[in-house]
């Protein structure tokens, strides 16, 4: 089933927010205004936005490091998470986590964390949660290609399968893990086809593809809302910066990783500007109504940053709260 | 109101902690390897799929990482899941969930959420099961900010623990003993908590003060009564949780016997010994009559061979010894 005019829309604006977000984290980090390290996911868009949109709120999703995305489209208050990257004390985890542990519980965030495949067995067991309780919710893992080094993803996919959990995994294939090319991690590139001896339904899609990204999401969360799940998805796509932070990691720089020629074709294959024209050929927004999408994202994440300089930094003699619940 | 009691083992007291909470809470589940067979949790677990069914009792594939993961994601999702680990020593594949992910999750999600999970590890040594099926662990998961540990040495505490572990909002560490599950102990009927950072003294005593967790609290008792015809009058402490430590009740002791001999079933090296005697030295030196003395594991893997075993776990004979040493000489004895 195709999405109709809104959700095309809807999609667009997420990408957008994530978009415009993304970049205006480069200036403050530039200027050691920004500190705590920040993996930009400029150029995955369309996975976070395309997986969420074929979510409710009331679903889990858990993150990486890589996870701003994931936060603002499942719902996340985009001041909350700017205030967070800013470390100040109304962000979205009080200045005690940083960029790379985003939490919203009212909304299904349930977290992210940069042990690569640490919140893997998290979702697991959120999905867990919800089959013991028969409540229909579903679980969604993000991680990215790296993590299929980790044991405990195919630990995860085994007992998921066994034990036809609501879960989703959707593999970012970025081709790289932090400095290291896909082929210098593993034998093969195809990654869906590790859920398949587990007994996963396993798929590949273009994860530069929103529209992709999402009808395949919308029918494994209705197969896992059925009770046959899990499905693993695996979404080819590729960030545009570097590991960390705005160093785009080309070859020649001090980082000296990724060929420019690789880079540039892939700045072809922009999530964004391909919705874009699609939207425009299929006439379902005007690029008036597009620019006034990305004006409209522009001042909101201005006005995120000011919130953000204007929070002040958690309390020093506060250092000792929250180390457990009373 | 009479509170019911009866004479009850252990292990069937944590089998009726489980019980009870399962009732009173749909929340509560158990995961883990082997929770449908008594050769990895003895009769801990007896009855409980018959009564709650699969869905709540889970027995896992071995995959300690993912299913403890799992048991951190069920309670971020609204259940209370214990993740019991039959062999302790298996949970070294889990310390990345109970100390990255657990440990860390309310402190580093600025309290916005919180993980009532239980990691329930069993100690299983002794039997020449050799290094890998014997050790205790605990010193290792009290080191992490943000976990609880504790350490039942009756049947008693080992219900009223383990129901106060599970109702705890924060992960807690649940580490018992094998050799502690056929002991006894009169254990109420009704449900009831063991207050999780609270010690107690299991003997008064002036001389000196034996402060122990888990089997050795037992030990330490029989070492007492082995040295009362002496004239060697032994207080000891049981610790019951381990983190937090209830340093009000180990000062309180050390202060009024002066003496102090810390008996511990882990290792030496960075211990909950060594911890207790730092609290000891940094709050109450000039108090003591005599150095502070450790009886601990040495620090060397455990053996297989009964004759090499014999040598390395401790008995009330070690700790009597001890207390000789640093006691005898100035009573006289």
Known sequence: MKPDSNTVIDLYRTMVRIRVCEESFIAPILSREIRCPVHLC????????????????????FGNHRSHGHFLAKGGKMHEMVAEVFCRETGCSRGRGGSMHLVDPSIGMMGSAPIVAGTIPLALGAALAAKTRND????VSFFGDGATGEGVLCESLNFAALKKLPILFVCENNLYSTHLPIDEIRVSRKIFELGIPFGEQSHRVDGNDVLEVHGAARKAVDLCRKGRGPVFLECMTYRMHGHVGPDDNIQGSHTDIRPPAEIEKWRRKDPIKRIERHILKKRIASLRELKEIQAQAENEVLEAQDFARNSSFPKKEELSLYVYKN | MSIKTRRLTYSLAINEALTQMMERDPSVILIGQGVKSPWYVGNTAQGLIKKFGEQRVIDTPVSENAMTG????ASLAGMRAIAVHPRMDFMLYAFDPIVNEAANWSYMNGGKVSVPVVFWGVINRGGEQAAQHSQALHAMFSHAPGLKVVMPSTAYDAKGLMVAAIEDDNPVVYVDDRWLYNT???VPEELYSVPIGKGIVRREGKDVS?????????EAVKAASTLEPSGIDVEVVDLRTVKPLDVDLILASVEKTGRAVIVDPGWKM???AAEISAVISENSIGCLKSPIRRVTLPDIPAPASRSLEENYYI????IVDTIMQLVGADLKI
């Open chain 2, 315 to 318: 008995s009330s004979r070690n």
């Open chain 2, 70 to 73: 799992a048991a951190i994601g």
């Open chain 1, 42 to 61: 400029t150029g995955q868009e369309a996975v976070a936005a395309g997986v969420c949109a074929a979510l409710e709120k009331e679903d889990y999703i």
């Open chain 2, 184 to 186: 006894e102990d009169d």
């Open chain 2, 210 to 218: 034996v402060i122990a967790s888990s089997y050795l609290v037992g």
């Open chain 1, 136 to 139: 229909g919710r579903v679980a």
């Open chain 2, 270 to 272: 960075c211990g909950l």
